[in-house]
């Protein structure tokens, strides 16, 4: 038997799996697996360099997806409401908005990063 870790969406898995044959030319089964949940702590992903004197507003992703496209960049004036990035959730572009009004000090993704609710994408000032 061999044990491994597998990470499915940010989720590990302890999998044990036997092998029914000793010969490598023989034809393969599916092997017989067990699954266990194992505890997984996040690994905090690597932060971005924020501009100098990024906001104190934090403009964070309200759900899990992946960013669709920048709708600012740093130095723009935005209103409360205005669309500061887009991201991309099962196919649908959910803008994601200024809390306050304020000017862009940091954008802290790229387009096609991954990120989770509570994700920092911008701050403003």
Do not use: Q, W
């Amino acid at each position: 038997m061999k044990n491994y870790t597998i990470t499915v969406n940010g989720t590990a898995y302890d999998v044990t799996v036997e092998e029914k044959g000793a010969s490598a030319a023989a034809p393969v089964s599916a092997p017989a697996a067990s699954v266990a949940k194992a505890p997984v702590a996040a690994a905090p992903a690597a932060p971005k360099a924020a501009a100098a004197g990024a906001g104190s507003i934090r403009v964070e992703a309200g759900a899990a997806g992946k960013v669709f496209k920048l709708d600012t960049k740093v130095g723009d004036s935005v209103k409360k409401g205005e669309t500061v990035v887009t991201i991309e959730a099962m196919k649908m572009e959910i803008p994601v908005v200024a809390p306050e009004d304020g000017v862009v000090a940091s954008i802290d993704v790229a387009v096609g990063d991954p990120c989770e609710a509570g994700t920092l994408l911008a701050t403003l000032n």
